[in-house]
T-cell receptor
């Protein structure tokens, strides 16, 4: 059974720092992994999608990597800003049930001005 | 471009009352549609998904039902709400393509059953 874990559950850092959020999954049989951002009381915004054949994806100050064999992904945020404060969720799409996403519980990120 | 609309944004309903949450997608055809529930501090739980009109699959037994009367419309319903139905409900869509299959979400509905 696929399980997704995100560590840490919460993170607070000063503005301007570079930071890394972690996502691990137990079954490497995935089509892709997706990172989302969720602001309080809001829906999810897709940040980056990494296909299983890819190693990383970049969008602006965000870079996501994928090591499928070890079951790990990281989301790197460069030069963090207070506007980056949100909960970050990762989800994998297993090959055994491609309609489904398996979710981590999220990392709540606070960037202090 | 594709957009997804979900309403209402917030809802307070008494126990035993009916429920109807609606989700529509624009700018795409024959999407996969999903209803998720999110509990505080936990990951999202898939409630229903649909690969076409009238085709609904349920992931967990519960007090809720879903319907897809049109290609881009997905409705979450209940005949009689329970206190345990309170939560944050999210609608999502994706293209049925295994390689890409990026998921996109609506803004969610905060349901409070009192």
């Amino acid at each position: 059974k696929q399980e997704v874990t995100q560590i840490p559950a919460a993170l607070s850092v000063p503005e301007g720092e570079n930071l890394v959020l972690n996502c691990s999954f137990t079954d490497s049989a995935i089509y892709n992994l997706q990172w989302f951002r969720q602001d309080p009381g809001k829906g999810l915004t897709s940040l980056l999608l990494i296909q299983s054949s890819q190693r990383e994806q970049t969008s602006g100050r965000l870079n996501a990597s994928l090591d499928k064999s070890s079951g790990r992904s990281t989301l790197y945020i460069a030069a963090s800003q207070p506007g980056d404060s949100a909960t970050y969720l990762c989800a994998v799409r297993p090959t055994r049930s491609n309609y489904q996403l398996i979710w981590g519980a999220g990392t709540k990120l606070i960037i202090k001005p | 471009s594709q957009t997804i609309h979900q309403w209402p944004a917030t809802l307070v309903q008494p126990v035993g009352s009916p429920l109807s949450l609606e989700c529509t997608v624009e700018g795409t055809s024959n999407p996969n549609l999903y209803w998720y529930r999110q509990a505080a501090g936990r990951g999202l739980q898939l409630l229903f998904y649909s690969v076409g009109i009238g085709q609904i699959s349920s992931e967990v037994p519960q007090n809720l039902s879903a319907s897809r009367p049109q290609d881009r419309q997905f409705i979450l319903s209940s005949k009689k709400l329970l206190l345990s139905d309170s939560g944050f409900y999210l609608c999502a869509w994706s293209v049925l393509d295994r390689a890409s299959a990026e998921a996109f979400f609506g803004q969610g509905t905060r349901l409070t059953v009192v």
